[in-house]
């Protein structure tokens, strides 16, 4: 089955304690992309990556990093969670030559940090 | 600078139609996108417009006026399971897409 998993799908965590969020595909998309949504905000771009190796800061990439070494997986990482950093975060992935108006949204990571 | 509007709230009976407005200033503009969310769910895709006019999916329609920079989803004949939130999202010519924070349509029967 053709699917964006993220892991973990909850999490909760103290201040400064680094943490992963692991994003893969299966279906050989070149785009990828992380998203974290809060209400009244909408989605709002963190990071983005065009292929391996090539990632691009969105419109919200302060206090996030993430990686790109390999085609299917693109976890974000946060060195140093704090509060402002509660939020539902979305991976999504999509073929380049298509463009990225049509994205495949993984289920979500809900993100607490006290 | 960019920015994107469309209205919060929209509430309409079973059968009815809706026209979810999005206005829209974006650099680089390339094409606007539509994507429905669920409750607690994923974002889905559900229409794209690059060229003017509009695009039948369905029940649901999305149009497009570059020179007004606005766009509009049309749901039509509603359904109960259509009570969800829809995001416009221009897409910009540097591979980025912006999401509007959404309308929440609610469908009662």
């Known amino acids: 089955e053709a699917q964006v998993t993220q892991n973990p799908r909850y999490l909760i965590t103290v201040t400064g304690k680094k943490l992963t969020v692991t994003c893969s595909q299966n279906m050989n998309h070149e785009y990828m992309s992380w998203y974290r949504q809060d209400p009244g905000l909408g989605l709002r771009q963190i990071y983005y990556s065009m292929n391996v190796e090539v990632t691009d800061k969105g419109d919200v990439p302060e206090g996030y990093k993430v990686s790109r070494k390999e085609k299917r997986n693109f976890p974000l990482i946060l060195e140093s969670p704090s509060p402002n950093q509660t939020s539902l975060y979305f991976c999504a992935s999509t073929f380049l030559a298509g463009g990225p108006h049509e994205q495949y949204f993984g289920p979500g990571t809900r993100l607490t940090v006290t | 600078g960019q920015s994107l509007e469309q209205p919060s709230e929209v509430t309409a009976v079973e059968g009815a139609i809706v026209q979810i407005n999005c206005t829209y200033q974006t650099s680089g503009f390339y094409g606007l996108s539509w994507y429905q969310q669920h409750d607690g769910g994923a974002p889905t895709f559900l229409s794209y417009?690059?060229?003017?006019g509009l695009e039948e999916t369905g029940r649901f329609s999305s149009f497009l006026s570059r020179s007004d920079s606005y766009g509009y989803l049309l749901l039509q004949e509603l359904q109960m399971k259509d009570s969800a939130s829809y995001f416009c999202a221009p897409r910009s010519n540097d591979y980025k897409l912006s999401f509007g924070a959404g309308t929440t349509v609610t469908v009662r029967a």
């Open positions: 417009n690059a060229l003017d």
